[in-house]
């Protein structure tokens, strides 16, 4: 405690001297993830060197993991600012794989068809899970909980009574949709022999991602709208005052974190092949990591599409980046509860800067 | 007095939920350029009366009249739209928002054109300074400040210059400066002329009577849900709006009793007794 407010002090103490540029960046929300990406990058990149960890087959290795957590992390994060959570995703995951699955294998469908069905599907399910929050006013987390149990028990069931199983195979989707939505893509520049790797084995679930928080980012930092969805955060009855229409853009963000969770289970199955019922809780947790670490505000009101990206780099690192180094693989849940914790107060510290330190400019 | 057709009337307007009265035949008026203090202790009905001006309760009985109009509104939208603002304590702000986008959440200006409408923060940056500056806070010069950085008080005025540059003509501030220390009081107190000078018609509710001589044209007390006293400035004393906000105990006695106890007790403050 001591400590923190010795160095918030000492670092406003050396902003009225130096100028304020210094200072403006680190004012940036996304300062503290940014700062802890190129720390924890540094770190593996250190100890991860002899086994290629910085190679771009070694880098794709934590950056196909991280696409799939960041393509549903941007959207959590969108509900994290606006003072909701979803946790419906580890089911929708499997979901979107299933219904895309049993759309072309069981029922003989064009592929693009499986896929606006899957989305239609994981849609309908957000607008639930919105409407169910919007109208009892049960904090999102416990409706989350429950329609995530209730679409996992779904997934099962409606996998055996039409499909007969709960192992789903897909068929080859043909080249435009295995290109698009699950193929390892690899960009190299120059003749055979003195060929440049720009990068390696990407699959198409990371350019999916970019693509994912480019949209996402205009729409949170350019857009009127990303106005709507921090003040919805900031103080709902107020956004509401001010003419927001707070029920129908909550609805359409937990609409909008479905689709992305169906999405990542159309990327995995159409990439394998096959589609599985099994819910994944795991991401859920990974996803929440993500946005907190990357300086999201639990409470809402706060938060940045880049931080959560940069954040799902991090997280990404961690997650895999132990298998390029020398330490016990056991030890990699540990890194990333002690990174949470860090990324916890560093935001808080950020936070404090960011409102205490512009009173004080003259 | 009577030439001009008040902005905002009440006529005899009663408000009951279920059994319980909670407003009774209240009749209130507020002109332009005036403003109206509305004084009462705790549990008067202060909060229901500002909730019925400004949409959220619907009178059970009585009538509104806007520009002597009769008007109802079913929803809070529906007041604002027709220029009654309503501003609570540090309403309409959100701390962790920067103050062009806090003045301009959910009017955003825009640049481009179809789908590719942009928030335009330069111009709400520029809009919110101005105006804010404008209604006497000087402080703010820059509007991607946050807003959890100001002041109790700033946090008010923009909220309020932010109700008057979006054509507010009643202005209803729900204790504007109940949280505030004596000088962000004095802050909010100079908005509040500014608003009136332009001409706003300002309802302005406190149970701080020095607050409300400060600005106040037409006085208002309320008790268990009905006017007690109803005034214009300068015919009751301070002293004597005090008493009848606490409901007839002479507030001049109640203190006249402390200083005897302090006299005599070395200037302590006597111990707190609770009530029969």
């Given at each position: 405690m001591a400590d923190t407010t010795n160095t918030e002090s000492s670092s406003t103490g050396s902003d009225t001297a130096g100028g304020f540029s210094f200072l403006s960046l680190f004012r940036r929300p996304e300062a503290g993830a940014a700062a802890g990406f190129i720390l924890i990058f540094l770190f593996f990149a250190w100890f991860g060197w002899d086994k290629n960890f910085l190679t771009p087959l070694g880098s794709s290795t934590w950056l196909n993991f991280a696409s799939k957590v960041g393509i549903i992390a941007i959207p959590i994060g969108f509900l994290m600012i606006a003072g909701e959570l979803d946790i419906s995703v580890g089911a929708l995951i499997p979901a979107g794989g299933i219904v895309l699955a049993m759309s072309t294998e069981t029922f003989g469908l064009n592929i693009w068809l499986g896929v606006l069905i899957s989305f239609a599907v994981a849609a309908a399910i957000g607008w639930l899970n919105g409407m169910l929050v919007t109208r009892t006013n049960v904090p999102s987390l416990i409706v989350t909980l429950a329609t995530l149990f209730v679409i996992a028990g779904l997934n099962a069931y409606v996998s055996k009574q039409l499909a007969g199983t709960t192992q789903h195979s897909l068929p080859d989707a043909g080249v435009v949709s295995e290109f698009l939505m699950g193929d390892y893509h690899t960009l190299k520049i120059g003749s055979e022999d003195s060929a440049f790797t720009i990068f390696q084995s990407l699959q198409s679930s990371f350019f999916i991602w970019i693509a994912v928080a480019v949209g996402c980012w205009y729409v949170l930092h350019v857009s009127p709208w990303g106005n709507w969805i921090f003040a919805m955060g900031g103080d709902q009855e107020s956004a509401r005052n001010a003419g927001i229409p707070t029920n129908r853009l909550k609805i359409a963000l937990f609409m909008l974190s479905a689709m992305a969770a169906a999405l990542v289970g159309m990327t995995e199955a159409v990439l394998a092949n096959t589609a599985s019922t099994t819910t994944q809780f795991g991401m859920i947790f990974n996803t929440i990591i993500c946005v907190v670490v990357g300086g999201v505000l639990l409470t809402g009101g706060f938060g940045t599409v880049t931080g959560t990206v940069f954040g799902t780099l991090t997280f990404g690192i961690v997650f895999q980046g132990i298998n390029f180094t020398t330490f016990d693989k056991d030890l990699n849940m540990l890194f990333i509860g002690v990174l949470l914790l860090i990324a916890v107060l560093m935001n808080d510290t950020f936070r404090n800067l960011a409102t205490t330190a512009s009173t004080k400019k003259k | 007095?009577?030439?001009?057709?008040?902005?905002?009337?009440?006529?005899?307007?009663?408000?009951?939920?279920?059994?319980?009265?909670?407003?009774?035949?209240?009749?209130?008026?507020?002109?332009?350029?005036?403003?109206?203090?509305?004084?009462?202790?705790?549990?008067?009905?202060?909060?229901?009366?500002?909730?019925?001006?400004?949409?959220?309760?619907?009178?059970?009985?009585?009538?509104?009249?806007?520009?002597?109009?009769?008007?109802?509104?079913?929803?809070?939208?529906?007041?604002?739209?027709?220029?009654?603002?309503?501003?609570?304590?540090?309403?309409?702000?959100?701390?962790?928002?920067?103050?062009?986008?806090?003045?301009?959440?959910?009017?955003?200006?825009?640049?481009?054109?179809?789908?590719?409408?942009?928030?335009?923060?330069?111009?709400?940056?520029?809009?919110?300074?101005?105006?804010?500056?404008?209604?006497?806070?000087?402080?703010?010069?820059?509007?991607?400040?946050?807003?959890?950085?100001?002041?109790?008080?700033?946090?008010?005025?923009?909220?309020?210059?932010?109700?008057?540059?979006?054509?507010?003509?009643?202005?209803?501030?729900?204790?504007?400066?109940?949280?505030?220390?004596?000088?962000?009081?004095?802050?909010?107190?100079?908005?509040?002329?500014?608003?009136?000078?332009?001409?706003?018609?300002?309802?302005?509710?406190?149970?701080?009577?020095?607050?409300?001589?400060?600005?106040?044209?037409?006085?208002?007390?309320?008790?268990?849900?009905?006017?007690?006293?109803?005034?214009?400035?300068?015919?009751?004393?301070?002293?004597?709006?005090?008493?009848?906000?606490?409901?007839?105990?002479?507030?001049?006695?109640?203190?006249?009793?402390?200083?005897?106890?302090?006299?005599?007790?070395?200037?302590?403050p006597p111990q707190v007794t609770p009530a029969q």
């Open positions: - | 007095m009577s030439a001009k057709t008040p902005v905002l009337e009440m006529r005899a307007v009663d408000k009951s939920f279920g059994p319980i009265d909670v407003l009774h035949e209240i009749s209130l008026k507020v002109h332009e350029g005036e403003v109206l203090c509305l004084l009462g202790d705790n549990g008067a009905g202060k909060s229901t009366l500002i909730k019925t001006l400004s949409g959220v309760h619907q009178p059970t009985g009585g009538e509104m009249l806007l520009d002597g109009k009769p008007v109802r509104f079913a929803r809070p939208r529906d007041a604002q739209e027709l220029g009654i603002a309503t501003v609570h304590q540090f309403g309409g702000t959100y701390p962790l928002m920067s103050i062009g986008r806090n003045f301009f959440a959910g009017v955003e200006p825009t640049k481009g054109f179809g789908p590719f409408k942009v928030f335009d923060r330069k111009k709400a940056n520029a809009v919110a300074v101005s105006e804010v500056q404008k209604m006497g806070i000087t402080r703010i010069t820059d509007g991607d400040r946050l807003v959890g950085g100001l002041s109790g008080g700033e946090r008010q005025s923009l909220a309020i210059a932010r109700a008057v540059y979006f054509g507010a003509r009643v202005l209803i501030l729900d204790e504007p400066t109940a949280a505030l220390g004596v000088k962000q009081a004095a802050h909010v107190l100079r908005i509040v002329n500014e608003a009136k000078r332009r001409g706003l018609a300002v309802i302005f509710i406190t149970h701080q009577v020095m607050h409300a001589m400060a600005v106040g044209d037409h006085f208002a007390v309320l008790i268990r849900g009905a006017i007690a006293a109803d005034f214009r400035k300068g015919e009751k004393t301070r002293e004597e709006i005090a008493d009848l906000m606490a409901g007839g105990e002479s507030m001049a006695d109640l203190e006249a009793n402390i200083e005897g106890y302090m006299e005599t007790h070395d200037g302590h």
